[in-house]
């Protein structure tokens, strides 16, 4: 077992903004002509953040987010702690952060927020698609807000949660 003083200086050692995901994303987005803010305070504190088209990009960690086992071929999500010390403590904490993820979506949605949601496994393996996506999905969102600032208010929020256009990630 890990000397506690051990743990505590690894994990604070963990960012939580400004990650090699987010940057990657960041750069290509940038690259495609789209201007976006960062540090932008609304419900969440989303990475990447489109205030015009009102689009919110949260870039996941698969650990910290619960699609570790996935990535690491495992069988289930609860395969990912038989080995683990404290596995109830970490268990429950990625639990917490899964439906924190599903209240700040349903949230930003209920504000004419659009959500999109990507792994960072995703960004490493489809970065393009990812990019083609969000731009995508920017670029409809600025032209109805602009229709709609000419003509009647339309519903128009929703979650796209890695693409799928669903309320939960497609691979759950």
Not at 35 to 47: C, E, H, L, Q, S
Not at 81 to 101: H, Q, T, V
Request: aromatic letters at 8%; one cysteine or more.
């Amino acid at each position: 077992m890990r000397d506690p003083q051990i743990t505590s200086k690894i994990m604070s050692s963990v960012k939580s903004r400004d990650t090699r995901p987010e940057m990657v994303l960041r750069s290509a987005l940038w690259h495609r002509g789209l201007r976006f803010r960062v540090r932008y305070r609304v419900t969440g504190r989303p990475d990447i953040v489109f205030p015009g088209p009102r689009v919110a990009v949260f870039v996941d960690g698969d650990f910290w987010h619960g699609n570790s086992w996935r990535v690491r071929g495992m069988s289930s999500f609860e395969a990912q702690f038989e080995r683990m010390n404290n596995a109830e403590f970490w268990r429950a904490k990625i639990i917490g952060n899964m439906l924190r993820d599903e209240r700040v979506a349903q949230d930003l949605a209920d504000a004419d927020w659009t959500v999109y949601r990507v792994f960072e496994s995703r960004l490493k393996t489809d970065l393009a698609s990812v990019v083609d996506e969000i731009e995508q999905l920017v670029r409809s969102k600025a032209a109805s807000r602009r229709r709609q600032s000419t003509t009647s208010p339309e519903e128009s929020n929703g979650i796209l949660v890695d693409g799928s256009g669903e309320g939960k990630c497609r691979d759950q």
